[in-house]
């Protein structure tokens, strides 16, 4: 079983603050995505990373994924009210296995105003 | 184009009733998820349908659940008795074959249940 851990598990900060939130494994991934999910809704895709050692980069969110592609990194860059959410990374495993991805324990993010 | 569709959006129940869950894929998506999320649990897979046949339903906690997808555009997980400890948001999500890792699940509102 391929098992993501999160951290940290819940986060409150003020508004206009940096953060960062990690997804580990000791699995290799085919590719990781981190998806939002806000209260109430179900989880809405962000990104998807596929190559080990590489960034994408949306708006104030930086996304970058391990080089052994085992664990990926979110930061958010001066944090507003509205990236307030549940933050969720997903793993693929085996190439063929596309289908079906493997979540995270989730970090729970609340930024106040 | 509507996005995934989900019903009841609540249920409560009393244990030892049956409970189903129904969902209505993405027009055009060939496959189909069912998610169980809790705060202990986190979200989990509970089973997943391609083209309308269950692929893997290793996720499925037991007996008591069971999904069907009939056809394309409709699916049910039914909770036959229930228990509390089934208490939780489920989530049916869909997705498309052909964007090969990149590949997007689109989730619905999630039904929380109740079972008391």
């Known amino acids: 079983t391929q098992l993501l851990e999160q951290s940290p598990q819940f986060l409150s900060i003020q508004e206009g603050e940096n953060l960062t939130v990690y997804c580990n494994s000791s699995s290799v991934f085919s590719s990781l995505q981190w998806y939002r999910q806000e209260p109430g809704e179900g989880p809405v895709l962000l990104v998807t990373v596929v190559t080990g050692g590489e960034v994408k980069k949306l708006k104030r969110l930086t996304f970058q994924f391990g080089d052994a592609r085992k664990d990926s990194s979110l930061h958010i860059t001066a944090a507003q009210p509205g990236d307030t959410g549940l933050y969720l990374c997903a793993g693929r495993g085996r190439p063929g296995g596309y289908q079906k991805v493997t979540f995270g324990t989730g970090t729970k993010l609340q930024v106040i105003p | ?116």
Request: with cysteine; glycine share 8%; hydrophobic share 35%.
């Open chain 2, 1 to 116: 184009d509507a996005g995934v569709i989900q019903s009841p959006r609540h249920e409560v129940t009393e244990m030892g009733q049956e409970v189903t869950l129904r969902c209505k894929p993405i027009s055009g998506h060939d496959y189909l998820f069912w998610y169980r999320q809790t705060m202990m649990r986190g979200l989990e897979l509970l089973i997943y349908f391609n083209n309308n046949v269950p692929i893997d339903d290793s996720g499925m906690p037991e007996d008591r659940f069971s999904a069907k997808m009939p056809n394309a555009s409709f699916s049910t997980l039914k909770i036959q008795p229930s228990e509390p400890r089934d208490s939780a948001v489920y989530f049916c999500a869909s997705s498309q074959t052909g964007t090969g890792i990149y590949n997007e699940q689109f989730f619905g509102p999630g039904t929380r249940l109740t079972v008391l």
